[in-house]
């Protein structure tokens, strides 16, 4: 793997390093940061159907938030 150096002023570095985690590299704390991915998405289709078994109201619950969302968003963008 290549490495490259970068310059960071100390205050973003004690930062890192506050944020760094044992036994894990100052490399792995920005990839963390980032949200960076080294392996492929995974295959949404395993997912499919998680949802089948929640109770009712835990559905109408969250159908119920989703509307309000919606209205939400219309009700700003329009």
Known sequence: MTHK????????????????????SISDVIKRILNFREEPKKDI???FGLWKNLP?????IMKLAHKEMREDINRRFS
């Not at 009712?56 to 109408?60: G, S, V």
């Open 5 to 24: 150096t970068i310059d960071v002023s100390e205050e973003v570095y004690n930062k890192l390093i506050e944020k760094k985690r044992d036994k894990e």
């Open 45 to 47: 289709s395993k997912v």
């Open 56 to 60: 009712e109201e835990i559905l109408e």
